[in-house]
């Protein structure tokens, strides 16, 4: 059965801090995503990876930053927390080609 | 520029049919997808058209018209367990399977 796990189902964090959401895939996906899930807004991709050490910016980049340093590992970290970031975190895979996505169970993350 | 369009919220009792409409714009086009996602789950593939026509999976199907970036999912035989939101994404033309993603629409199936 494909899997993609994240660190936390919920999270809370003061203003400032600094954040790491973790994601990790067991089907030996090629293609990584972060999206952040707001009501009405739908999913907005943050940044996505297509290979190890490989990032590209999606929609919202600003405020966040990731890492890929395993192919099965893809990190989204907040360097200063801000309440607007307040939300749920969705990490996703994916085989390159035209193929769907598998999401993870999401982080919701709250910032006081 | 990218914009995919679908209703807020539909009701339907249980036994119904409902359809689901989407109504994309995308810089490249290279396939229509549809999820559900339950409250405080993850989404979950349901359907994939990339060629207009319908495409059939038991209860659920879904429709494509490439011409007039429009999409539906049927739902028909509604049950409870199908209370959800159904997210409809297009997949972009770069190789990496960016989708850009609906809002959502809210189904809630009644007794």
């Known amino acids: ?112 | 520029g990218q914009n995919i369009d679908q209703p807020t919220e539909m009701t339907a009792t249980e036994g119904a049919i409902v359809q689901i409409n989407c109504t994309y714009q995308t810089s490249g086009f290279n396939g229509l997808f549809w999820y559900q996602q339950h409250a405080g789950e993850a989404p979950t593939f349901l359907s994939y058209n990339v060629l207009d026509g319908l495409e059939e999976k038991g209860r659920f199907s879904s429709f494509l018209s490439r011409s007039k970036g429009y999409s539906y999912l049927l739902l028909k035989e509604l049950q409870m367990k199908d209370s959800a939101s159904y997210l409809c994404a297009a997949r972009t033309t770069d190789s990496w399977g960016k989708f850009q993603f609906g809002a959502g629409t809210q189904v809630v199936v009644t007794p």
């Not at chain 1, 290979?51 to 890929?68: A, H, N, W």
Request: hydrophobic residues 30%; neutral net charge; aromatic residues 12%.
């Open chain 1, 1 to 112: 059965d494909v899997k993609v796990t994240q660190s936390s189902r919920y999270l809370v964090k003061r203003t400032g801090e600094k954040v790491f959401l973790e994601c990790v895939q067991d089907m030996d996906h090629e293609n990584m995503f972060w999206y952040r899930q707001d009501p009405g807004l739908g999913l907005r991709l943050i940044y996505f990876s297509y290979d190890v050490k490989m990032k590209e910016k999606g929609d919202i980049p600003e405020g966040y930053s990731v890492s890929r340093e395993k192919k099965e590992r893809f990190s989204l970290i907040l360097e200063s927390a801000s309440t607007n970031q307040t939300s749920m975190y969705l990490c996703a895979s994916s085989r390159t080609g035209v193929n769907e996505q598998f999401f993870g169970p999401g982080t919701r993350l709250t910032v006081l």
